[in-house]
């Protein structure tokens, strides 16, 4: 029976174990002859994907063991499982048996992958019907397309008059406002528009150029009339007021005032509260004002009033339209390129074979909403019937839809679906996540899927992640939020009440510091390390401890402080490749070659030498400054004096990946020792093989990657971890600290598609006019709908912050750590637990630092890991390590070589012979290949046919039994063995055959010898050994 199961899952709550119980429940009732085929499980991440997999696995192998040896941490999930089937304890172990091999010998029908993986399976499987190149490549970064794309729009500058034009008025225009004149920042950022979600909608409903900028001149000529309707006004009220002194007049409001009318545009211009109640009031002095300045005010104060009048009455009425206008104005100059630079990336993507993987969702949506399911299904090569969708609050409103079609089919059939998701850790809204669209699917309210499936809504309320004082904290803080938050994301919050179920108390400590600057800084840094070596005295591991920061410019303060007092880290951002001193240094070298007359790299790249006293440090001052200057064979030449055999024709010579290894062995870097050094050479040889061994091309390449390229850290390394909030979703760790919480809520970064149609003087019938306008807190100011617009996104952004510090501070199992500052001003984070501990009851707030529970301290032990070195390795130039093979039996007689030929050639068909039957086929299929002529064919068939019919053997071409030729075999540590022959009798007893073709030797023994551990290692009680001579025609048998 069909069912639809929406899971609530807050933080802790036993989400991928909800997952994986389910998975396991679906798969040992499916009746399918592969259990595991028609599931299908997605999740957010690839890292998720493989810890769910690694779960299902795991535990199916604990269920196979017997009830009696399950693992203490698999025991629940057994319970819960044997209750749920109502299965004997020998039903389960048997089934999961079944589940485990045939997820193992049908690995490829395993399922559990994110949706972007899911997709692209799908437009694999309709290339052709999508009219796509069949061996497209999918390209994860787009900030190389967007450059290229805009590049190539330069490239129509003097060719495209529309294009010139535009360019150029905006740069001019960019100029008048006071603003750097170089547009290509601005196009970059535009473009990031094109890989968003809603793409597709954009581009097919944007208005071509030609329009854009009939409107564009339409609504400058309605600026241009307020401002010179404003200017009228300004030009009789300064005459009014010039002989009077600023002091005169209130607070000296009314002459500001009038200075920030004197500069277009005119931005700010509405009355101050005070200006307003002056001319309210008609106060335009003090009591105590001098009687000269008192008449002088009174003898304009009625011309004065009017023209205040008039100007308030404009504003009024048209100033929310001229903010309006104006931000439209300078949006239309952009957007009148965006199809532009469409095509231009469309084009350079058709030229590369590559598709961006932002566009999988919107190329399969409309194929998927007109395709029936079982076509596509037929076309991936395989059928689900039952779905589980992880991480549902991220899930973007196409990649939903294009879900729909299938999860109706697969319920239709009496297929299932169980959605996961909490709407509380909904933190990538940036890029595309709707948690709406869980809200909805989990309401209350929401009884039917499709109007016509059962929903079934369960929540997951108890904590198994953290101690009883963090959960309640958590509980009691996040319920106060809701109270900041709006419908209908206060229900979010709304009475948060989880359950505890560790014993253990668990510890929260809340802490504001009273400073500012770089002070507050440093105190922040010092509690941070406090902090971390408490726990160690505590007995904790350094890896034990996680610091959470919402930025990574923070990271990197954490990092450096942390690195100085000699507290082991790992971070993505410590750990980018061009933080390394070494690799620094060979990008120097590429660049020095690629232009002599980059002086600064040349400086750096003597100065490095210098810090390594390659060159004597009384003399390094007028080295540096001589051939930084120099050209590159003067360059050389010095480095050559100093012993280093810097060869500029032998270096140009070189391929990329050939080139950095010279460099390096040139320089004497040991790369065995250095990650960096050996991560930068996999990145290296990556580029040779993909894009170019162009020097310059590999700088480009490095220019746009260096910001995201790092070493890889195994896991097992005793160190803190510093990462981002949005890193950390997902995981969990014992201690978490949380410096730097008093981040800004950043209401003005993000930009919007709006319809202003019915704004503009449109003759067109019910046309859409689309632009992209900011939301920031200018559109308080603008007509309606606007206001209410900015207002929604206060409202998401709040919720974006909130659930940032909710996802942070649900990652901790025994200690909670946050540090911050008394900064309560509006859109500091902070300001909320301020907020918070003031409707506190409770002596645990003082001092400015909140405490609530008991500090866990660890049992000491010695967990010893035990680091295996790297082994150093020569890098050496390989052309002079290649030398001429010479063949096998070169140095023999004629006669021996023959011999060993002849002997090849009956191990190879004896190879492919089963039984005795396969004889006259193999020599057939041998004579094709080798084309020998009759007498040697017969030759050979007699030979073959003495050694398959001698009675010492003769049975084991047997066609009854089980045979395997030439058949890898993998042991334990990872080495593969091939014997020629198994011949399995039973299950215990198998033979085993060996051929040679030279002369006896002991060796030949000692092999079959291992061949026959391997075999008993498998599980045969018995082995029967022979070695087959074929030179010989000799059989011996073991």
């Given at each position: 029976?069909a ?6 899952a807050?933080a802790?709550s036993?989400k ?5 119980k389910?998975y ?20 957010f ?16 192998f604990?269920f196979s ?6 693992d203490s ?5 057994y319970?819960?499982?044997k ?11 048997l ?5 485990l091999?045939d997820i ?7 399922s559990v992958?994110?949706?972007d993986k899911?997709?692209h399976?799908?437009?694999?499987g ?13 390209e994860m ?5 967007i ?16 294009v010139?034009?535009n360019l150029i ?16 920042e601005?196009?970059l ?7 968003k979600d ?8 944007l208005?071509?150029a030609?329009t854009?900028?009939k ?14 309707r ?16 600023d ?8 002459p500001?005032?009038l ?6 545009p005119?931005?700010?211009?509405q009355?101050?509260?005070r ?18 300045y ?7 104060s009625?011309?004065?009033e009017?023209?205040?009048?008039q100007l308030?009455l ?5 100033y ?10 300078r949006?239309?100059?952009?957007v ?26 919107q ?10 399911a ?14 589980f ?28 679906c169980l ?8 933190i ?17 309210t929401n ?7 059962k929903?079934d809504?369960k929540?997951l309320?108890?904590?198994?992640r953290?101690g ?13 939020l809701?109270q ?14 989880q ?6 108390t ?6 504001v510091?009273d ?18 070596m408490?726990a160690k005295?505590?007995?904790y ?11 990574n ?10 690195t100085?007092?000699g ?11 061009k933080k390394?001193i ?10 020095v ?7 600064l ?14 060159i ?9 400054s ?14 050559n004096?100093?012993g ?9 010579k ?6 950095i ?12 020792n250095?990650?960096y050094i050996?991560?930068f ?5 990556d580029?040779?093989?993909?894009e170019?061994?162009?020097i ?5 390449f490095?220019d ?7 070493i890889?850290?195994?896991q ?8 981002s909030?949005h890193?950390?979703?997902g ?12 981040w800004?809520?950043d209401?003005?970064?993000?930009k ?9 003087n ?14 920031n ?16 996104h ?6 974006d912050?909130i659930?940032?510090?909710y ?7 025994d200690?909670?750590?946050?540090i ?5 001003r509006?859109?500091?984070?902070f ?7 003031k409707t506190?009851?409770?002596p ?10 008991q500090?866990?301290?660890?049992k000491a032990c010695?967990n ?5 070195k790297?082994?150093d390795y ?19 007689s004629?006669?021996?070589r023959?011999?060993i030929?002849?002997g ?6 004896m190879a ?22 009759l ?7 007699m ?5 398959i ?7 084991l071409?047997?066609s ?6 030439e ?5 334990s540590?990872g080495?593969?063995?091939r ?6 009798h039973?299950?215990?007893v198998?033979?085993l055959?060996d051929?040679?073709t ?10 079959l ?18 070695l087959v001579?074929?030179?010989l ?6």
């Open positions: 029976m069912s639809f199961n929406v899971y609530k807050s802790g036993g991928t174990y909800t997952l994986v389910e396991i429940k679906t798969g040992l009732l499916n009746k399918g002859k592969i259990t595991h085929k028609s599931l299908l499980a997605i999740t991440t690839n890292k998720a994907a493989s810890e769910m997999k690694n779960r299902i696995v795991t535990t199916l604990q063991k017997g009830h009696k040896k399950i941490s698999f025991q629940s999930i319970k819960d499982l209750i749920e089937l109502n299965f004997s304890d020998e039903e389960l172990c089934k999961s048996k079944k589940f091999s193992i010998h049908y690995y490829g029908y395993f992958s994110t949706i899911f997709i399976k799908i437009i694999r309709f290339t052709y019907e999508l009219n796509l190149p069949s061996n497209f490549e999918v970064d787009n900030k190389k397309i450059q290229e794309g805009v590049y190539s729009l330069f490239d129509d500058l003097g060719r495209d008059a529309t010139t034009q008025n905006y740069s001019i225009y960019k100029t008048h406002e006071n603003k750097n004149w170089d547009i290509e601005d196009l950022k535009l473009s990031d528009q094109l890989f809603h793409k597709s909608f954009i581009i097919q409903n208005s071509d030609k854009i900028f409107k564009q001149k339409e609504i400058h000529t309605i600026i241009d009339r307020f401002e010179k404003v200017d009228v006004i300004k030009d009789q009220l300064n005459p009014l007021v010039k002989d009077i002194p002091h005169v007049f209130p607070y000296q409001d009314l500001r005032y200075k920030k009318l004197r500069k277009k005119y931005l700010g211009i009355f101050s509260k200006l307003y109640q002056s001319y309210n009031n008609k106060k335009w002095y003090k009591k105590s004002e001098d009687i000269t008192k008449q002088q005010v009174d003898s304009i009625k011309s004065l009017d023209l205040l009048s308030l404009l504003i009024d009425s048209d929310s339209k001229y903010l309006f206008y104006r931000s439209c104005y949006s239309f100059f952009l009148s390129l965006l199809s532009r630079i469409d095509q231009k990336i469309g084009v350079l993507k058709k030229n590369n074979n590559i598709i961006h993987i932002s566009e999988f969702n190329i399969i949506s409309n194929f998927l909403q007109k395709s029936p079982p076509f596509i299904y037929e076309k991936i090569g395989n059928r689900y019937n039952h779905y969708i992880d991480e549902f609050q991220d899930t973007s409103k196409t990649q939903w839809h294009n879900l729909i079609p299938l999860l109706e089919e697969a319920l239709s059939t009496g297929g299932t959605i996961v998701g909490d709407g509380k850790q909904s990538y809204r940036w890029r595309g996540g709707e948690v709406e669209q869980f809200l909805a699917l989990s309401s209350s009884k039917t899927f499709l109007n016509h499936f929903v809504i929540s309320d108890t904590n198994y953290s009883d004082k963090i959960v309640n904290f958590n509980n009691t803080f996040f319920s106060f809701s900041h938050l709006s419908e209908p994301y206060n229900k979010l919050y709304k009475n948060l009440d359950k505890h179920h560790r014993s253990e668990g510890y929260v400590e809340v802490e510091l400073s500012k600057g770089l002070v507050l800084e440093n105190q922040t840094l010092e509690k941070t390390y406090k902090n971390i408490d005295k505590d007995n591991s350094f890896s034990d401890i996680v610091v959470l920061t919402r930025s410019k923070d990271i990197t303060k954490v990092a450096t402080y942390l100085e007092k507290i082991p880290i790992i971070s993505s951002e410590s750990l980018l490749l390394s070494l690799v620094q240094f060979l990008i120097n070298n590429l660049i070659l690629n232009d002599e007359s980059n002086f790299s040349k400086a750096k790249l003597l100065t490095s030498l210098a810090s390594e006293n390659k004597k440090l009384e003399f390094s001052h007028e080295i540096i001589k051939y930084s200057t120099s050209n590159n064979i003067d360059f050389s030449k010095f480095l004096s100093i280093i055999n810097w060869n500029l024709k032998k270096l140009k070189l391929s990329i990946y050939e080139l290894e010279e460099l390096i062995r040139v320089f004497k870097i040991n790369q065995a250095n990650l050996r991560f050479l996999d990145f290296v040889y580029f040779s093989i993909k170019s061994n162009s310059i091309r590999f700088l480009n490095w746009q990657k260096r910001d995201t390229l790092s890889i850290i195994p097992g390394i005793d160190a803190v971890e510093l990462m909030v890193k950390s979703k995981l969990q760790f014992p201690i978490v600290i949380m410096p730097f919480v008093n800004k809520e209401l003005g970064k993000e919007d598609w709006f319809d202003v149609a019915p704004f503009l449109n003759k067109e019938n019910n046309s859409n006019f689309f632009t992209l306008l900011p939301l807190k200018e559109l308080e100011k603008w007509p309606p709908p606007f206001p209410r617009n900015y207002l929604n206060k409202n998401k952004v709040l919720l912050n659930n940032i510090l996802v942070a501070m649900t990652r901790a199992k200690r909670l750590y946050v911050s500052n008394s900064d309560t509006k859109g500091n984070i300001q909320y637990f301020l907020s918070f501990f506190l009851q409770t645990q707030f003082g001092n400015n630092i909140f405490k609530d529970g500090k866990r301290k660890l010695n010893r890991i035990t680091h295996i790297y082994k020569d890098s050496s130039e390989w052309r002079e390590r290649l030398r001429i093979r010479k063949k096998r039996g070169f140095n023999k004629l006669k021996q023959f011999s030929v002849w090849d050639l009956i191990h190879e068909i492919s012979i089963n039984k005795i039957e396969d004889l006259e086929p193999a020599l057939k299929k041998m004579n094709i290949k080798y084309k020998y002529g007498r040697t064919y017969n030759r050979i068939k030979e073959i046919s003495s050694i019919n001698d009675s010492k053997i003769k049975h071409f047997n009854e039994l089980n045979t395997f030729l058949t890898s075999i993998i042991t540590d080495s593969i063995y014997p020629d022959r198994v011949v399995e039973s299950k215990t198998a033979s055959i051929y040679k030279g002369l006896k030797n002991k060796s030949h023994i000692h092999q010898n291992k061949y026959e551990s391997i075999l008993l290692q498998l599980g045969y009680g018995k082995i029967n050994k022979y001579y074929l030179s025609g000799e059989i011996i048998e073991l």
